[in-house]
T-cell receptor, first 114, second 109 residues
């Protein structure tokens, strides 16, 4: 079946540094990918929608200059958390539509900023 | 403003019990309602509902959508400890999937 691969699965970084998270569709092409963030004991909140060949669409309240999204090809989208701070520590997860409204999710990246 | 609300927020039952999880929504441009189970990491897909009144069933789990009253329920019969998880409902509308608050289900052996 369709697989979405997300790397790294966890990362610890120092405050002020940048972290890149990759999301790949392994056996299908994804013109759109969705990036979510989940804080402990909360639900998944959509951050942005990345679109291959065009700019990402950010949800209200998400800083586009802080969370850089690049959809470089039909199989790769990246999220870069720039100048990370402890409050950015969260679980980041990507997903891609396989058939219509059915999304496949990556396994997520747990980011800890010290 | 579009929203989806789940209830209860948490639920603790004994193994073997039957549970019903609720999801109500107010959505413009509604296309479908989906249920997911989340344990440690990524949510796993359970059901996608687009038509009102048609029950979807998978083993001990079943779900139904009421588009007139704008809600869906997820039933789990004969619960097992492996059913302990957060159950998320989400709607697909405006070309994106938006999640509800989730219900944390705990099954006591």
């Amino acid at each position: 079946g369709a697989v979405v691969s997300q790397h790294p699965s966890w990362v610890i970084c120092k405050s002020g540094t940048s972290v890149k998270i990759e999301c790949r569709s392994l056996d299908f092409q994804a013109t759109t990918m969705f990036w979510y963030r989940q804080f402990p004991k909360q639900s998944l909140m959509l951050m942005a929608t990345s679109n291959e060949g065009s700019k990402a669409t950010y949800e209200q309240g998400v800083e586009k200059d802080k969370f850089l999204i690049n959809h470089a090809s039909l199989t790769l989208s990246t999220l870069t958390v720039t100048s990370a701070h402890p409050e950015d520590s969260s679980f980041y997860i990507c997903s891609a539509p396989v058939i219509g409204q059915l999304l496949h999710f990556g396994n997520g990246t747990r980011l800890t900023v010290t | 403003e579009d929203k989806v609300v789940q209830s209860p927020l948490s639920l603790v039952v004994h193994e073997g019990d039957t549970v019903t999880l609720n999801c109500s929504y107010e959505v413009t441009n509604f296309r479908s309602l989906l249920w997911y189970k989340q344990e440690k990491k990524a949510p796993t897909f359970l059901f996608m509902l687009t038509s009102s009144g048609i029950e979807k069933k998978s083993g001990r789990l079943s779900s139904i959508l009421d588009k007139k009253e704008l809600f869906s329920i997820l039933n789990i019969t004969a619960t097992q400890t492996g059913d302990s998880a957060v159950y998320l409902c989400a709607y697909f509308g405006n070309e994106k999937l938006t999640f509800g608050t989730g219900t944390r289900l705990t099954i006591i052996p």
